[in-house]
């Protein structure tokens, strides 16, 4: 990813920034609605990983629709070329704004998370005078085998309906007339690299679906959610995520009824690899037992490692020297404001460049201004598109 040239022009780049690799974007959006189309699945890129209007374009282009937490990522999601009719908005705390906008725009699906949230949709559409279509988000209660914090499908989440609530759910609906029900929503986890957990979630789909059918509603789209994972640990020898085996998975065991569709929202796995997070060394310090490189990319611009305590990869771009160990760590005054430990690097020094790979997803997005710091800026591979 880091020829060097492009290294040469880091050098006179103002740091820290992220930098867009704009082919691979293009490359792994290619790959992934190419498999999807084999089987005629429908993709929606779920925006909260990354809402940088420029990526947001080139994914609009690519021809996929939009999963979106917000009203603002709607009005995103608009603005940089998503159709109303492929966006989808989900979310346990829609507020009421958030929920008239998407009734306003006449969005794909409002995916309602409890019996409350359908009975204040009904009476808003009801207000506005039109037709509410919604899915239904339901726990499947399945173990996605992820860190705690990005596990959204067991029971004891905040997210979604339950089973035991179905009954309840469709009396309920039979009293909203301005709901129309068009199908079943599921996402239950990020990060997600053992596709069993897929098979497990199709299984528990086709109960679902089934129940339902079988109570005489019939769900138009199945929607199966995100969470495919990325390969943090070899960024290199595997840019684009295995979509021809994540499909597979559900080709084999999924059971779709009649004309179905099959919906998935892929986030971190379209955009996770094609971004970097670029950073300049400002000093190196000597501790007792180990090296610390201090650079000047901090916890507010790339918070997974402390709040999910993930790895990322982490090179000298500048360097080749002999390989040490150091602990590379940002200048917010917080203990946990380290991008890796003990990570083996070529002697560094001061105004170094590394490279913090695989920052697309859940990268600039979570960026904050904490401690009053910058926002990191964005330089993208394709000149047209810097400043
Ligand atoms: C976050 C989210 C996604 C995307 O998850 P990834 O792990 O980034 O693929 C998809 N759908 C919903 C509802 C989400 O909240």
Redesign the pocket.
């Known amino acids: 990813m880091f020829n060097e040239e492009i290294t040469a022009k880091f050098r006179s780049i103002p740091t820290p920034f992220y930098y867009y690799d704009l082919d691979l974007l293009r490359d792994t959006l290619s790959a992934c609605s190419q498999e999807a189309g084999k089987n005629g699945y429908l993709l929606?890129y779920?925006l909260?990983?990354n809402a940088n209007p420029i990526i947001l374009s080139l994914i609009s282009a690519a021809g996929y629709g939009a999963?979106c937490?917000s009203g603002n990522e709607i009005t995103a999601a608009t603005a940089n070329g998503f159709n109303p009719k492929q966006i989808?908005f989900?979310?346990v705390g829609k507020s009421d704004d958030e929920i008239r906008l998407a009734l306003v725009l006449g969005i794909q699906s409002l995916?309602v998370e409890s019996i409350q949230e359908m009975v204040v949709i009904n009476e808003l559409a009801s207000g506005m005078r039109l037709k509410a279509d919604i899915s239904l988000?339901i726990i499947p209660n399945v173990d996605a085998r992820t860190h705690r914090y990005?596990t959204?499908g067991l029971e004891e989440n905040k997210f979604g309906i339950l089973p035991w609530e179905f009954d309840h759910v469709l009396e309920t609906l039979k009293t909203l007339d301005h709901l129309h029900l068009k199908g079943l929503?599921f996402?239950i986890?990020?990060?997600?690299t053992d596709l069993d957990v897929f098979k497990s979630l199709c299984h528990r789909v086709n109960d679902i679906n089934n129940w339902f059918i079988s109570n005489q509603v019939f769900p138009q789209i199945l929607n199966v959610?995100?969470?495919?994972?990325i390969d943090y640990h070899e960024p290199g020898k595997n840019p684009i995520p295995g979509f021809a085996s994540y499909f597979n998975v559900f080709k084999k065991f999924i059971e779709l009824q009649g004309n179905q569709q099959l919906h998935f929202?892929?986030?971190?796995?379209?955009v996770?690899q094609c971004g970097s997070l670029i950073t300049r060394v400002l000093f190196v310090k000597k501790g007792i037992s180990t090296r610390f490189a201090i650079v000047d990319a901090g916890m507010n611009d790339l918070i997974r490692p402390a709040l999910y305590q993930s790895y990322h990869k982490i090179e000298n771009l500048t360097s080749s020297g002999k390989i040490e160990k150091y602990d590379v760590v940002g200048p917010v005054c917080e203990s946990s404001d380290c991008f890796g430990k003990a990570v083996s690097l070529p002697e560094t020094s001061r105004h170094d460049l590394l490279a913090i790979r695989s920052a697309g997803?859940?990268g600039q997005t979570m960026a904050s201004r904490y401690n009053l710091r910058d926002l990191a800026t964005a330089v993208y591979s394709e000149e047209e598109f810097n400043g």
Request: hydrophobic share 30%; aromatic share 4%; proline share 3%.
């Open positions: 929606h779920a909260k990983a999963d937490v989808m989900s979310g995916n988000r990005i959204t929503h996402h986890g990020s990060q997600i959610g995100g969470g495919l994972g929202e892929p986030g971190r796995a379209l996770g997803a859940y």
